[in-house]
């Protein structure tokens, strides 16, 4: 596993969140992952981000337990980061939490005689777990339950409760150069009681915001530290729970979030979102998969997305992705109505490889036997999926079985030359899903290209045919003999844009691409194909490919980055350690068998999942460096294993410099 959103990101669940007097916004979010399988805990957990780079904080399960602290890695990182660290042989019987400042990243824990203790890092990704240093407050007082901690004027405000009357306390923590806190006060938070620890945010220089429950329901109330004055306490949207309320700022806004536990025995999640001068009335739960016994923790990530993590009914931590728009209507939310008058050559779109190889439904050719899912499938979600995930352009090989047009992938256009062919998703299906999709989503636009016709199989008039009588007139976007460099993307909205390999039907609708240096087709993609399982040829290859083009491009061209691990020709030929073939020569067989058990070769899928995770911090290290530029840069991010991963990183890109 990796620490970014390419590795766990197979599907979203959207909902939809109320925010007050903006229009209603989509909020997409995934399945939770257990992202460190080996640790448990019986108290919330907290995760932040610090300089792009993650953190995660924990007791061990028990009356009192060891305190962790682990570095995950940042979120383009190649490789997954687990430096899981236990500070010295502190304890706790409550939460620890982290809390960042312009210098410093803290680890804030209350020891089993009710002290604050905490550990200052001592690098971008390593703390200083030996050294434990110890908050001094007048009197001495014995904290209990949790802490929670914020940053307001250059000072860390921590939040928790102080004896048994349910008086909630807080303090400003002034810290030195070397980062230790010195002698702090800590005061009582007079006519507000709770049964759990409060959350605090941070509203502004001199405005500061807790969470927290009580009998009558959840509550929040600010203060001024200047003046040490509190407004008076509003409810928090109608709900009760028994676990301290989580707030926290998201996406970089003024919008705050605020998540709970169900009351008593009720373990499901709830959020309720508003901008911070507004009282949050309408609430929401997650999906009945989400279930806590403890608080949330929530972190930035971008502008559009926050990490919320949390600890499961079995003890274990989990994390999923929240996004702020619903991929299902990128498009929409983030090229319309600003980015409406540019073309496609100014934007960049995610598409789909070998798109309709989602499922091995058929197969076909002299060595069809040969053929099996780890040989073909390149794509974990079907056509209708992937649209809603946001994948953009498909690229479709199609021929004949059964007595219909199906989806296919095979080695060579004509199956009886080829190693074989496997068929996936049947054509019609593909063809209702982009019908169903464009009727619902007014503003999206697709790109369908067709290649590696085979006559024997299906006749191209034939697959014209078929996309005319299923799609009509209407969907299919009419060029009108425009160059591709002149269509505005407001043109395009609601339509899908056909393309043929060398073949155009003017009256069906569908026009010409190629791939080539130079073409005179309609659509020319410009690309590299790599032809190797070896992730470091990829990256030479794709590299060579950009500076080749740093001069700039032709009117026809869209560049596509084409970011395929492709199987070596002796790991296409096995079968997935189940290799049986009557046809074929036992010894041949017995080699194939061995073979796969000795070199241990991989799918496509695995091979992609593992080249993936290389596309985006080498895209933005091309860019870095100049290899990409205004002249040459992508407009189609072409992979398989295509889902919501690569729709982000498309997004990213669209806002980024080099596309305005």
Known sequence: MKFFRSAFLPACVFILVNVGTLRAQNLSL?????FLPAARTDKAIDITNFKGRYFVTWKEAGGAGVIHVCYLGKQYDTQFSQHDVIVGTETSAFSPVLRITDKHIYVFWISTDGALKYIINNSD?????????????????????GIT???????????SHADNKNNMVIALLDAGDDGIFKPAVLETIANKRSGDYPFIVTLSNNRARICYTNDDGMFYAD??????TWTKRTAVEKSKTKVAPAVYHAFNTTRLFYMWKGYKKDNLIYYASEVEQNQPVNGYKLPDYFKTLYPVSICNVDAKKFIMAFVGED?????????????????????????????????????AHDAGMSALNGTGGIHGNSINPCNTLTQKLNIGKQLNAGIRMFDLRVGAFKNSIYTKHSSSDCMEDAMGGGYGEQFKDVLDSVKTFLDRHKKEFLIITLSHFCPKEVSADH???????VLGKDRIFNNQLNSIDHIKLNDLAGKVIITFEQYANSQKLIDSNSMADKSKTFLNFRRAYAATNQIDKLLAREESFFRSMK????????VRLDWQLTQSSEEAALICNAFEDENVNPVVNGLMLLTNGVKKNQSIINLAQFGNRYLPPKVNAWINNGTINKNNKPNVLYVDVASAWITDYCIELNGSTLYN
Do not use: C, H
Not at 551 to 558: A, F, T, V, Y
């Open 223 to 228: 203060y001024n530290p200047r003046d040490k």
């Open 315 to 351: 003890q274990k931590l989990y994390l999923s992705y929240f996004a702020n728009y619903d991929p299902a209507s990128w498009m929409e939310d983030t090229l319309f109505p600003a980015k409406g008058n540019l073309t496609l050559k100014d934007i960049v779109i995610p598409g």
């Open 30 to 34: 995934t399945p939770p992952l257990n």
């Open 149 to 159: 901690a914020t940053l307001i004027s250059g000072k860390v405000m921590i939040a």
């Open 125 to 145: 990704t390593t703390f200083n777990t030996q050294a434990v240093n110890t908050v001094s407050f007048d009197g001495a007082p014995k904290l209990k339950l």
């Open 463 to 469: 697959v014209a045919d078929t996309i005319f009588s």
């Open 551 to 558: 001069d700039g491009i032709n009117k026809n061209d869209l």
